[in-house]
């Protein structure tokens, strides 16, 4: 897809967001359920079922999915769509682009070791190498955009609020 092709795509979705600011709110959803024996959480995902559970620091044996790297998958998607759809929109020659995101947990706060310690991912980092028709100016323009518009990492940056209920 070039630059053309995505404003002429965006562009009915821009002006009714203008016109009508309301219809610009999008809804979201995930779904899961408890389906197997264990400390395990079925998520409903695009490309079938992920069984989430615990992690190994935390003492799963590492045969299911860590929701902590479940969260790294969400917010690298997240960034490489919006990297590709900045480059693209900003007319780059884009090539290829591989991504890393890299994370920790202190297992002391999620296992109630110590109250001090924060529960949750900290030092979130994504690294992508780009080869692309670009300059040093337009790469760092294309890194400030993917941050500024990618929803996952922009959430964690501010995070939502969270209501856990009993439906």
Known sequence: MDATTLRE???PL???????PASAATPLHASGRTAEDGITFTVDGWAGGVRAGLHEATGGDGSDACSGDMLLDAVLGCAGVTLRSVATAMGLGLRSA?????????ARGTLGIDREVPVGVTDLRLVFTVDADADDAQ???????????????????????IEVVRA
């Open 9 to 11: 795509l965006q562009a």
């Open 14 to 20: 821009k002006q009714r967001y203008k016109d009508d």
């Open 98 to 106: 591989t991504g890393q995101a890299t994370g920790s947990f202190d």
């Open 139 to 161: 790469l760092a323009k294309l890194a400030q955009l993917t941050e500024r518009y990618c929803v996952v990492a922009k959430s964690l940056a501010t995070p939502p609020v």
